[in-house]
């Protein structure tokens, strides 16, 4: 893609202050508070609307049936000042095939769960994952052309994102997050919510993605391990630095509203340099679910306070230039916060 085919859209700053949430996230300086968390959660299609289920791998955490256990699950986090979600759908009910067709359903977990928060809690940022392996028969993130050899078809991968994420932005997602690392995505869900009417709908790009062991109980808690093969040939390497800076220049040239470093802090020093070559952008880190893990067995193990450590860590993201702190402690944060104002 020539730099004229990336500059052909115009750079919109609505998208960046559609919501208060948005509007703080610009702000120069800050702070471990309530506006910069943004909490990950699991939805399901269970039959049953009260489903709630424990992730073993993840402690504390659950995958919750949408609408109504979500609902349930995020009323009293909402009272104590939760101010953004990010949605991430977890179907078994559904058929899947190497399109991830079912993404498209009017009915999948995730629209499910938009359209119910919208009318619940109307002033809560909601932020939707896009990527196409919960809906693939074979787990990866885009099209395969060869499945013996994982072989993806970017361009058809990036024109399905762009229609999942126009189908989530009309059921009523103030943020699109895709996931999959394709090459160009961005200016391709970008150009398709333009011309749908929806550019006010900001994009949260995840440009620093890299091939991580620390994703683990993640892809036990939203059943998405691809069946065969690896990540590897599109997700980055943990050791390239120079392709997340690459990805990072592309990503907002193509017109991402907001950057994401994932995983968090094994990879602070591509968080510096996000916030370097993107100063203008809101940077997000994304603290994962090996990352989740790792904090609250040591604090099992007696090795510090689960309180201190959590702190420290999500401290660390806004030092070395994150806005957005992106946790599962989330709900944990936001009662230390209203109990060191008492």
Same mark, same amino acid.
């Not at 990879?267 to 609250?296: F, K, T």
């Given at each position: ?8 859209l ?42 709630v289920?424990?992730?073993?791998t ?27 979600v ?6 078994s009910?559904? $058929? ?9 359903? @009017?009915n999948?977990?995730?629209? +499910? =769960?938009? %359209? &119910? ?5 109307p ?71 333009n ?30 391990? $691809? ?9 980055? @390497?943990?050791?390239?630095?120079? +392709? =997340?800076? %690459? &990805? ?95």
């Open positions: 893609m020539t730099s004229q085919q990336q500059q052909s115009p750079v919109r700053l609505h998208p960046s202050n559609q919501h208060p949430t948005l509007r703080a996230w610009t702000q120069s300086h800050p702070q471990l508070s309530a506006a910069a968390l943004m909490y990950p959660v699991f939805v399901t299609d269970d039959p049953n609307p009260d489903a289920e424990p992730i073993p993840l402690p504390g955490q659950s995958r919750f049936a949408a609408p109504n256990a979500l609902i349930a699950h995020l009323t009293p986090l909402v009272a104590l000042g939760l101010q953004s990010i949605l991430f759908g977890v179907p009910r559904i $058929p899947k095939d190497n399109h991830g067709s079912a993404a498209l359903d @009017p999948t977990p995730v629209v +499910l =769960a938009l %359209r &119910a928060l919208r009318k619940h809690f002033q809560l940022l909601l932020a939707v994952d896009v990527c196409l392996c919960p809906y693939t028969d074979h787990g990866h993130c885009g099209i395969l052309t060869n499945y013996d050899t994982q072989a993806l078809d970017n361009d058809a991968s990036i024109a399905q994102l762009a229609n999942i994420a126009v189908h989530y932005a009309q059921a009523g997602a103030h943020i699109i997050a895709p996931s999959d690392m394709m090459d160009n995505r961005i200016l391709a869900i970008k150009r398709a919510l011309n749908h009417k929806l550019s006010n709908v900001a994009v949260m790009a995840y440009s620093a993605k890299f091939a991580s062991v620390f994703y683990g109980p993640f892809r036990d808690a939203a059943k998405s391990a $691809p069946g065969m093969g690896d990540r590897k040939c599109y997700q980055l @390497p943990p050791g390239s630095r120079k +392709l =997340a800076r %690459r &990805a990072i220049v592309r990503d907002v040239a193509e017109g991402a509203d907001m950057i994401m470093v994932k995983p968090g802090y094994p990879y602070l020093d591509v968080v510096r340099d996000a916030a370097d070559l993107a100063p203008d952008v809101p940077v997000a880190i994304y603290q994962v679910s090996g990352e989740y893990a790792m904090l609250w067995h040591g604090a099992q193990a007696g090795v510090y306070q689960l309180k201190d450590a959590v702190k420290e860590s999500l401290e660390a993201g806004l030092r070395a230039g994150a806005t957005i702190l992106i946790t599962y402690y989330t709900p944990m944060v936001l009662q230390w916060l209203k109990e060191d104002q008492q």
